[in-house]
C-alpha cells in the first residue's frame, strides 16, 4: 500500500489553450509562410503568429507564450526561422 502512494502521477493543471491536432495545424501554416495567410512580411513575428492563432482557433495568447510555443517546437524566437 505505501507504493502506491510513491507511484508518480500525472500533475494536473491548466489544460493547454491549443489541442495537439491544432497545433500541427498550426506549425504546417508556419511552414507555408506569413504571405501565405495575409501577411506582408517574409518571416514570422511573434505578433503575426499571435493574429493567425486567433483566426484559425479563436484562442489568444500574449507575445511571450507565442514565444514559448515556437521555441517548443524548433523556430528561433529572434526571427521566428524554423531551425531543425
Same mark, same amino acid.
Given at each position: 500500500?505505501?507504493?502506491?502512494? $510513491? !507511484?508518480?502521477?500525472?500533475?494536473?493543471?491548466?489544460?493547454?489553450?491549443?489541442?495537439p491536432? %491544432?497545433? +500541427? @495545424?498550426?506549425l504546417?501554416? $508556419? !511552414?507555408?509562410?506569413?504571405?501565405?495567410?495575409?501577411f506582408?512580411?517574409d518571416?514570422w513575428? %511573434?505578433a +503575426? @503568429?499571435?493574429e493567425?492563432?486567433?483566426r484559425?482557433?479563436?484562442?489568444?495568447?500574449?507575445?511571450?507564450?507565442?514565444g514559448?510555443?515556437?521555441?517548443?517546437?524548433?523556430w528561433?524566437?529572434?526571427?521566428?526561422?524554423?531551425?531543425d
Amino acid at each position: 500500500m505505501v507504493w502506491r502512494a $510513491l !507511484a508518480a502521477r500525472r500533475i494536473p493543471g491548466r489544460p493547454p489553450k491549443l489541442h495537439p491536432d %491544432q497545433l +500541427q @495545424v498550426l506549425l504546417s501554416c $508556419l !511552414a507555408q509562410g506569413p504571405r501565405a495567410h495575409g501577411f506582408a512580411s517574409d518571416r514570422w513575428t %511573434q505578433a +503575426q @503568429v499571435a493574429e493567425l492563432i486567433r483566426r484559425k482557433f479563436g484562442v489568444t495568447f500574449c507575445l511571450y507564450h507565442v514565444g514559448r510555443i515556437m521555441a517548443a517546437n524548433g523556430w528561433k524566437k529572434r526571427r521566428l526561422v524554423r531551425h531543425d
